[in-house]
């Protein structure tokens, strides 16, 4: 089994830094993608940021050039460095991890709990 904890979330000023972070434990398998998704309240679940295993990454519109998405491999951690925020970054962000299950090579995906972050003026 898979099991994401994720550490960082809380409550920031407009034009602030956070870090998030979330680790991923288990046995049994091959880690193909990492990354951060984020729902704000009446919206839908959006893509933050992702990185491959071979390190390229990708960004939503509304991050890029403010937010970098970076991992390490021992242990398995994916970071999410947020920069210059603002009050539209406001809300729940979920790790995200797709793996290569090494018992039946089936692709699995896993999702964290969630961490608030509240960004005010």
């Known amino acids: 089994q898979v099991q994401l904890v994720e550490s960082g979330g809380g409550s920031a000023q407009a034009g602030e830094s956070r870090t998030l972070s979330c680790s991923v434990s288990?046995?049994?398998?091959?880690?193909?993608?990492m990354g951060w998704y984020r729902q704000a309240p009446s919206k839908e679940r959006e893509l933050v940021a992702s990185i491959l295993t071979g390190g390229p990454t990708t960004y939503g519109d509304s991050v890029k050039d403010r937010f970098v998405v970076s991992k390490d491999d021992s242990p398995n951690t994916v970071n999410l460095q947020m920069s210059s925020l603002k009050t539209e970054d406001t809300a729940v962000y979920y790790c995200h991890v797709q793996i290569t299950d090494l018992n039946s090579y089936l692709r699995r995906d896993y999702w964290g709990k969630g961490t608030q972050v509240t960004v005010t003026l």
């Open positions: 288990g046995s049994n398998f091959v880690i193909q993608v």
